[in-house]
């Protein structure tokens, strides 16, 4: 099967309510250079799931002080991941291009926690 074809493999509802997909605001970034690949250190304030930190290689498109105060879209419900000497609490999701990761941002201003719908 291929890739492609894997993926677009149907779930149902209860499965994609597994997920907490939330909105996020970054409150602080550091570059990382004990990463294997270009990353970030990125915090996020998600509201009543609280302040959370992650490891992001985004490195290519974003600055450090270009991600301060942008709202973002991340997974907070997968477990922590040891990444070298940090530990990551969320998946900051975006889509992979030729010239980098562009991360998924929120449209408008919705509040910390908002859960995707």
Known sequence: MSEQAV????ITWADFEKVL???????????????????????????PYGERKTSAQIAALYAPESL?????????NFPEK???????QFLLTGFHTEQGVVITAVERPVPNGTRLA
């Open 21 to 47: 997909i939330v909105a996020g605001t970054v409150t602080r970034v550091e570059p990382f250079p004990e990463a294997r690949k270009p990353a970030l250190k990125v915090w996020a304030d998600f509201g």
């Open 68 to 76: 301060v105060g942008r709202q973002i879209v991340g997974v907070i």
């Open 82 to 88: 040891q990444i070298g000497p940090f530990r990551s």
């Open 7 to 10: 993926a677009a493999q149907e």
